[in-house]
């Protein structure tokens, strides 16, 4: 079965620790991407990678850091520099795009973050 | 920023009728997409509609897109329990990302 796996579902902190989400894909998709879903929210997207070795800045790219060493995985690092870190966390991927296309989003279940 | 605001933020229903939701979005597009979610799952795509189409269909699911007025309906017909979920459009504006709405909460009623 092709898919995304995010791990773990759950994920407590103390404040001021860095944590590593980790998505790995084998739909061999060549852009993944990391969102953050606040309840009642839409989703906000933090980085992306359209190849390997290579991510781009989302909307919400301050106190996360990325990596994409290997095509088929894309971990996202929450850093103690981000303010408010307890959220939803959802990775996804998609075939590369043409110009004036975007190819549907295959998403993770997401990984739920909680700093105290 | 988002780029769709869906609308009704929540949706009640009973099994058999329709439900609809809107979408508005504010910059051009390339194609609007519909996504679904069950409750502390990822999202599932649902239908792309590329900004040349006004209507498409998929089984229950009707989209329609009206890129003058910037915005885009999903209907879903003859409703069941099993559609109770969020549902989130999002705009396609640029290579590779989207930029989603902050989703309608559908309830389905048995």
């Known amino acids: 079965d092709g898919g995304i796996t995010q791990s773990p579902k759950y994920l407590f902190r103390k404040e001021g620790q860095n944590v590593t989400l980790s998505c790995e894909q084998n739909?061999?998709?060549?852009?993944m991407y990391w969102y953050r879903q606040d309840p009642g929210q839409g989703l906000r997207l933090i980085y992306y990678s359209q190849i390997v070795n290579d991510f781009q800045k989302g909307d919400i790219a301050e106190g996360y850091s990325v990596s994409r060493e290997k095509k088929e995985s894309f971990p996202l690092t929450v850093t103690s520099a981000q303010k408010n870190p307890t959220a939803f966390y959802l990775c996804?991927?998609?075939?590369?795009?043409?110009?004036?296309?975007?190819?549907?989003?295959?998403f993770g279940n997401g990984t739920r973050l909680t700093v105290t | 920023s988002q780029q769709g605001e869906e609308d009704p933020q929540a949706l009640s229903i009973q099994e058999g009728e329709n439900a609809t939701m809107n979408c508005s979005y504010k910059t051009s597009i390339n194609n609007l997409q519909w996504y679904r979610q069950n409750s502390g799952r990822g999202l599932v795509h649902l239908i792309l509609i590329r900004s040349n189409e006004r209507e498409k269909h998929s089984g229950r699911l009707r989209v329609t897109l009206d890129t003058s007025k910037k915005s885009s309906s999903l209907l879903i017909t003859a409703s069941r329990a099993a559609d109770t979920a969020s549902y989130f459009c999002?705009?396609?504006?640029?290579?590779?990302?989207?930029?989603f709405g902050q989703g309608t909460i559908l309830t389905v009623h048995p």
């Open positions: 739909l061999n998709h060549d852009a």
């Open positions: 996804a991927s998609n075939k590369k795009v043409v110009q004036s296309s975007n190819s549907p989003l295959h």
């Open positions: 999002a705009g396609g504006t640029s290579y590779g990302k989207l930029t």
